[in-house]
């Protein structure tokens, strides 16, 4: 049963330290989240698959990590400084800011009913920041609020230092952040987040036939990860509601707690983008800064068979590593009644997914002979490179299952008094909670079996 309130989730992952409000001791800072020991994990291993499925696993593929600052003309080329924008209302009354596109009635003031609101104006998402000890216009950048940007801005290094040509894409994961209105929905709406992107080039005319094609492998990589077909709805998004950038749009939207919601967005981009950086861009009013130039050097053009150049197409597929984590959260989520009427929690995520493969426990702390033998088993399971193992002292197995099945470990080891004898141990399975006893040298190919057929 997947988590149905997202309390239930919140209050999980806080006491087990997957997700924490940033900047908790000073009150808390909206929209801003830090990811605990078992968040990062999570949120690694999420990554991780997404890399593997998009670049490792393809043979048309290249991946970047581009900066996450970027100077002025970037966002005014790329039209982000126009039109990446809310509308925003605000009440007379009580001051408080809302999205008039996201009100139920948005002449009513949602936080204390007055009517008295103001008109509505754009507002823009982007952060500004001053680059250098000079502040101004002059020296005036953005926190990326797309990490597509840079992608585009590198068409010509990558494309020059891989002999690439269409179709093939450009992959990158990384932070970025929006000014948001209003944040809410937990990790669903912030101001700083991950995005997994990737720009996919192709020639003209063969630009709806890869935009099907990406929708197809992105839900198989959904469902790779637990979350399933029948609980994602495809939003062909209306033409009115595209972005700037775009002639087409499937929305993903899985069914969080509060209802469909984007999850990914997969856009056939044109040649907006590469068009417009390569610009002869002295027709164009740019703000002049000393941190670049106002005109791009390049023509971010590729060649066909024949030698002509062209401005590809672009097909982008681009998920939110958070909207993703809570996802798999909630589809991981788990209250099953057990047979003397206690109540297990239990997260089960793919086992490629879990933020600890495997918990190593002595049945008793104070005994060194057992600890000892612990801590070599983990030892030996760590260096299978399957992700983190730990070693569990606390001594009481029962709360340590319990423990366990909350941040959602496949195996739990137990060492007890005849291991030692034997060079046995009990090994329990999360899900159906079975156990076996099996030999200290079969367990590498038994965890193996677990963590890496599911990837
Ligand atoms: N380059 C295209 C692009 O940025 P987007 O639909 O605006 O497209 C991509 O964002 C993805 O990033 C979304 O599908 C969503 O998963 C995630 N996302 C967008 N805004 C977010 C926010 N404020 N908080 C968390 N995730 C967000």
Redo the contacts with the bound molecule.
Sequence with gaps: MPATEMQQLVSLCQRRGFIFQSAEIYGGMK?FYDFGPMGVELKNNIKQSWWKAMVYQRDDMEGIDGCTIAPAVVFQQSGHTETFTDPLTECRDCKSRMRTDKMKDPTVCENCGSKNLMEPRNFNLLFPVQVGAVEGAQSLAYLR????QHIFINFKNVTDSTNRRPPFGIAQMGK?Y?N?II?RNF?????E?E?M?MEFFVPPGTDEKWHEYWLEERLKWWESIGVPRNKININDKPKEEL?HYSKR?F??EYLYPHGYD????I?NRTDYDLGSHSKNQDELNLTATPITNTRSNAKLTAQNAEGQHYVPFVI?P???????MLAVLCEAYTEEVLENGDTRTVLKFKPHLAPIKAAVLPLARNKPELVALAQSVKNTLQKLGLGRIVLDTSGNVGKAYRKHDEVGTPLCITVDFESLEDGQVTVRDRDSMAQIRLPIAALAQHLRGIVEDAA
């Design positions: 929209g609020g797309e990490t597509a970025m929006r948001e944040a990790i669903f709406r912030v101001r987040f995005a992107e972005a749009t929305d993903l984007e999850i990914e967005g856009a982008e681009a998920a939110g590593v958070e909207r993703a």
